[in-house]
């Protein structure tokens, strides 16, 4: 780092061997090959190629998948590298936008998974389109099975603590709610609000020991993925005719999660003899709690109680699947179910290939978290006092399915839901 620091202080120049690079377009129409030694000579003689005007040092560099990189990360590319070249002000086209795009435009339901699905993210991609012509495995004869003896092939590459599929699907999607739990406390904590405002800060961390606190309760809500989970009460059978009623009509299915079922070790609520704080990996939540503590003579128990938990046994939870497994479509966020008649469904007990194709399914947001449900949180926190019942509207927003809608790709619209 020394050398390279004095070489660029100095003006004395970098004695790289020459490589070559493939480089592109920010909307990916031209693709041309590039050789040179530096960074800079890569943005110049790319630009010179592909007839893109301003100053180099405006100009941004990508790697398919999004990663901005820069003259340090450069030296580490191995050749024949693909980059994005970007100008101010432009949208670049990753692989995973060019995928996305491709499906809506040539609106096919599935697309080859297992082996064949690193392919689609790889080079050539359009060259790869007629893949996904390919269906799915059909073979339907285990997906009754649940434990790893019974179906092998379905646990293939997962960590060998999931002794059952349920398992697996259960942390897949409290993965999935962690997901919006991380994602909303960092837009929170970034915030000028938070920054700046001490009394909205104090709200705010009521609200997020909250989020937690009732996540936990409620197992992170692993149970929409766990077919196991539905109940098997005789009044189940009466819901189960009125979920077949709602299928004819092309709405995704919602079955009653049994109150007294067995969680898996994995799920917060086996540690329900712990300490608070302890459970969560963010301690500069612990580190917020303490300092408010110093700064404004409130503890950490107060922080966690000031907003009224609900016991699990007390709420209605259901599963998004049936008792097989299969999961439907909910269809785009400004619809009332999906409009591809039926087609748009998955059911990932049944092999390994659908397993990894539901991974692009989307549990999306009607109501936005980043553009709506954030800043109105971030709004009420400046108000004398934040409330339960606005608090609680936020969290069912956020994480349940009141908001939450499960979706194919081809109906997962990216854009400003308006």
Not at 8 to 29: C, D, F, I, Q
Not at 83 to 99: C, H, S, V
Not at 153 to 158: A, E, P, V
Not at 327 to 349: L, R, S
């Amino acid at each position: 780092m020394l050398v390279n620091y004095f070489r660029r202080s100095t003006g004395a120049p970098n004695k790289k061997e020459v490589m070559g690079y493939k480089v592109t377009n920010a909307s990916r129409t031209r693709k041309v090959g590039v050789a040179c030694r530096t960074f800079e000579e890569l943005k110049e003689k790319a630009c010179c190629k592909l007839k893109i005007t301003g100053k180099l040092e405006e100009i941004s560099v990508f790697l398919l998948d999004g990663s901005e990189i820069d003259e340090e990360y450069f030296s580490t590319l191995k050749a024949q590298t693909t980059l994005i070249i970007q100008r101010p002000g432009e949208k670049i086209m990753t692989d995973a936008d060019l995928l996305y795009e491709t499906l809506k435009r040539v609106n096919i339901d599935y697309l080859m998974a297992g082996d064949e699905i690193s392919k689609f993210l790889s080079e050539n991609l359009k060259a790869k389109i007629s893949i996904l012509n390919s269906i799915l495995n059909s073979d339907d004869s285990k997906t009754h099975f649940s434990s790893r003896i019974d179906h092998g092939d379905w646990f293939r590459g997962l960590d060998t603590t999931y002794t059952c599929k349920e398992a697996f699907m259960h942390r897949r999607c409290q993965d999935r709610i962690r997901g919006y739990l991380t994602k909303a406390v960092e837009q929170i904590k970034s915030s000028n609000i938070f920054t700046t405002d001490r009394r909205a800060r104090k709200h705010l961390l009521r609200a997020i020991a909250f989020f937690r606190l009732q996540l936990k309760e409620d197992h992170y809500y692993g149970h929409y993925f766990d077919r196991s989970k539905i109940s098997t009460s005789e009044s189940n059978e009466i819901k189960n005719k009125t979920n077949n009623d709602n299928d004819n009509n092309g709405n995704a299915s919602r079955e009653e999660v049994d109150s007294g079922f067995q969680c898996y070790e994995h799920c917060p609520c086996k540690l329900r003899n712990f300490d608070y704080l302890s459970l969560f990996e963010l301690e500069s939540d612990q580190i917020d709690a303490r300092r408010m503590q110093q700064t404004e003579e409130e503890d950490d128990d107060e922080i966690q109680s000031f907003y009224k938990v609900t016991p699990g046994k007390e709420r209605k939870l259901i599963t998004l699947c049936d008792h097989k497994g299969e999961f439907k479509c909910d269809g785009v966020w400004n619809k009332d179910k999906c409009t591809y008649d039926g087609k748009h469904k998955i059911n990932p007990y049944r092999s390994k290939e659908e397993l990894i194709l539901f991974s692009t399914w989307n549990l999306d947001h009607r109501i936005e978290r980043s553009r709506t449900l954030i800043p109105q949180l971030l709004q009420l926190s400046q108000e004398e006092q934040l409330s339960q019942e606005d608090v609680v509207e936020i969290y069912d927003n956020l994480f349940t399915i009141k908001n939450l809608r499960l979706v194919h790709i081809v109906c997962h619209d990216k854009g400003a839901h308006k």
